[in-house]
């Protein structure tokens, strides 16, 4: 059974930093694509970013690019989200996810599993 355990989730001031974790169980982590999904209160659940099973392709909402950096260790089972210059809009609850297909996809149906999500809240 697939398992993934997000961390890392806080409060932070508009301007600051935090970095989330994803540990993965059940299955070979190194064989997948990872990402994470965010959903604020009241709105849909949107991509954040994506990174292939190699951590050699990555792709971002225009939302994040240059300010959130993906990255993988195959060797723990893990991903991680580096959030940079944190906004008031960046309040979510955010979900690691692990999909079946190649690339790196930022539709939500091409992810099979799914954290239980790490709540980021950006104020001052």
């Known amino acids: 059974q697939v398992q993934l355990v997000e961390s890392g989730g806080g409060w932070v001031q508009p301007g600051g930093s935090l970095r989330l974790s994803c540990v993965s169980s059940?299955?070979?982590?190194?064989?997948?694509?990872m990402g994470w999904f965010r959903q604020a209160s009241g709105k849909e659940r949107e991509f954040v970013g994506a990174i292939n099973f190699s951590g050699k392709s990555t792709d971002y909402a225009e939302s994040v690019k240059g300010r959130f950096t993906l990255s993988r260790d195959n060797d723990k089972s893990t991903m991680y989200l580096q959030m940079n210059s944190l906004k008031p809009e960046d309040t979510a609850v955010y979900y690691c996810?692990?999909?079946?297909?190649?690339?790196?996809?930022?539709?939500?149906?091409?992810?099979?599993?799914w954290g239980r999500g790490t709540q980021v809240t950006v104020s001052a």
């Open positions: 996810v692990s999909g079946n297909v190649g690339g790196v996809p930022g539709r939500s149906y091409e992810y099979a599993y």
């Open positions: 059940g299955r070979t982590f190194s064989r997948y694509v």
